[in-house]
């Protein structure tokens, strides 16, 4: 199951760059998301996958035998979520003004001057 997550985060790094090296912004914002997907499951991959077992240890346990889930790499998660969710709506908006304005959502065509056209 870890091989098969470590390749997964591999792909979704993989083409995430590839689309944010893209000249459109669309694929831009698309990279970012797949790299935010990937960095995801790479946090929940070096937190170590226990399937089933909750992040409680007992009061009476003075010294932790048992396999159990460790909840900082999941709090990380969920925060990265969330903020990852705030950029791309923001980058969404930004992208919509932009193509309103210019009328193009080619990079190289946006990075034309006045004195340009």
Do not use: H
Not at 50 to 77: C, F, H, M, N, R
Request: aromatic share 6%; glycine share 8%.
């Amino acid at each position: 199951m870890e091989l098969l997550l470590a390749i997964i985060v591999g792909l979704l790094y993989a083409s995430g760059i590839y689309m944010m090296l893209r000249r459109s912004l669309v694929k831009l914002i698309i990279g970012l998301i797949l790299l935010g997907n990937g960095a995801n499951i790479l946090i929940f991959l070096l937190g170590r996958i226990v399937k089933g077992k909750p992040p409680i240890i007992e009061d009476s346990a003075k010294v932790l035998t048992d396999i159990y889930a460790d909840p900082v790499p999941q709090a990380l998660i969920l925060t990265a979520i969330v903020i990852s969710f705030g950029l791309q709506a923001f980058a969404i908006i930004l992208v919509k003004r932009a193509y309103k304005v210019v009328g193009t959502d080619d990079l190289d065509q946006m990075n034309a001057t006045d004195e340009d056209l």
